[in-house]
Structures are given as C-alpha cells and as structure tokens.
C-alpha cells in the first residue's frame, strides 16, 4: 500500500539545515565544514576533501507538534555520509536483488529477497545501515534503514544508538540521495566562497615599500570579514630565508604551492628567491599571488639581548620608517611596529636573556620591545 504524503519522506532545505523528513520523523544534516590537502584552494572535486565535518540530528515530532531531538553527533573526519550515499546509490542502480540477496520462503509460498550493507569505517560518528528487499508476490522494492550515532560520543567508539525506519519506498530513498548530495555539495561552495575570501585577504596584505615587503596584520572573525590594519606583522627583506605559500596556475586550476630560498632582490611588486639547489637557481614570485611568508630565523639572533634587537631593526629601516619614528610618540610606534620589531628574531622566544622562566613570557617581551622602540627613536631624534 502506498504511502500517504503526510508520512512519505521528502527532501527539505531550510537555510543551512538539510532534511529528509515526514510529519514524524527528521533526519538532519548542519553546520559543514571542510578541511583539503594544502595545495588545493577552490574544491572541484570530493576527491579533493580530506576531512569532512558536520553535525547529525534525528529529531521526532513531540505531542504538542515540535521537534524534539532524539540523537545528535558531531562528526569528525571520516564521517558515514559518503558511504551511505554509496551504498544507497548501489542498493537502487547496481544491485540484483534476485541474484544477490538472502532467500526466504514464507509461509504463504511467496519469497522474500534482502540484502544488507552498512557503513561501519574508520572511526566514524555516524553509522547507517540500508536491507533491500524484493517480496515475490508484491513485486515491490523496499528498504529499511537505521541512522545510528555513537554512544559515548567519542571518535572511534562503535556502539550505535538511533532510528530505524522499515517500509521505505525507493522514491524516498531517491528523496534522501537528493538531500545528501545537496549537503555536500553545499558544503564545497562553502568553502571554496571561504577560500575565495581568504586568498583575497592574504594577497592583499603585503605591499612593496622601498625594497622591502611590508606585511600588515589582519583583523578578522572570519575572513569574509577581515580588514587590513594599519600596523605591520612583518618586514622581510633582501638576504632573509624564507619560505612563501603563493598561488600558482596547473592545469588551468588554481593551487597551492611553496617555495623555499634567500631573498635576493624586491622590486615591482615581485620577490625573487635565490633557490637552494645547485646550480643556484631563481623564482620570482608576484608579490599579490602570496598566501603566507615564513621567515627561517638564525639561531644566532635567537639569543639576541635588547642592544642586539636595536641594531639588527635599525639595519633594515627606510627613511619612510625613520620618518614616522621621528615624527610619531612611542605607543603609535609600538601600535604600528611592535609585531614587525618582535618578529624580526622572534623576540618571544624563550632562548632571549631577557626571558626569565618563571615569569610570563608575552609581558617580560613587551616590556623589553617598548624600551627597543623607545631609543631608537631617541637615536633618531
């Protein structure tokens, strides 16, 4: 007997939250996130995923007509939703089900045919299983289902507590394909407008000034909402070893690639790097195109006391970066340059004279890094 609409199981999207539900029962999928493999920064394809993050709920509708949650998991990882569409797409497009599946004769001389597969993997949260089934007599396909989430809430735990659904007609089951593959397709235009966002962000916060690349630091929640602050995070110059994260064009697709070297020359927004190899090679690298700039800090400057700091900063200043100390008082100094002094020989570093290991860190640094600010603009005035 076929199903009423009130109680057949459709897909529904509501925002960010995607649903296969009926009148009684709620199967939700939320809150995705992505994580890839670093080089890759606009996602074409699953493939491309490797960990894969979401929030499952099983909701039935209480007395007084609202959803009451019955089971919830975060997943983490290796989730089963990419499983349970494989194995959903199988049960409909692949599997014979008179061939393949268990035979039992009933009592009324009809045959019934099921077959079951599940998604138990590698520590996953969430846990589903899927029996076809194929009755002689009827000539009807239907499945019944079971959406588990783990007991002790803990990755890798494989006790499974949930909902299991009987009677399911193949269209419904179409119907919750339909709702997975929009969740996780939702989910790679998420990240890649978040990919977009942050390339954007971080090609944007570097500038060549006077020879140099002058790195401003990011106030952001989110990078949809970042905005560049008039204060530096570093200052690279000719002769720092680096390594630098830049776009690249394969392929005709954008990714994400390194590349590590001495800075040799910086001019007309590009940065060339004396390669580590021999023969000695070159890279030149758009300044734009950078993602991220790590700096390979001598271990000698690692030692460096407050003198030490002072001439190595003042070795690297542009008459533009004298002006401003000349003309602007110690704490728009600090505001505007304090990170950029401080990470020049990583002056937080614990291997500093001035760190002493019982107090904090962080503070004995400021202290020290306000007295560096405070006579080199005594030395330039």
Known sequence: MKKTNTYSYKYKREKNNFMWTNDIFKIEYTDPSIETHSEVLNIKRESQIMYFYYTFNIYKKAKNGKWAKIESQNAYDFPGIFSLRDVLDYMINQLDIIKDGQKTKLSDGSINYAYKLDTKGFISEDYYEVTKEFNSSVKHNYYNLFFGCSVCKYQGDVNFTGLRLANIEESEIKELMDCINAFISFAMDEYNKQQQDYVKLENSCRKEIDGKIYEYQIDYESPSEGKLKDSYENIYCV????????????????????????ISNINKNTVELELMTKPIKTKKIDIDSILYISVNIK????????????????????????????????????EKYGEAIADRTWMYRKEHPYIKDDKDNREQTQKVLKDVIKTIKKSLT
Do not use: C, H, P, W
């Open 299 to 334: 271990n000698e400057k690692l030692s460096f006391g407050k003198k030490e700091i002072i001439e190595d900063f003042k070795k690297i200043m542009t008459k533009t970066d004298e002006d401003f100390f000349k003309n602007n008082n110690e704490k728009d100094i600090y």
């Open 239 to 262: 002769g720092d070893e680096v390594e630098i994260d830049f776009v690249a064009v394969v392929d005709k697709e954008f990714e994400r690639q390194e590349q590590e070297g001495i």
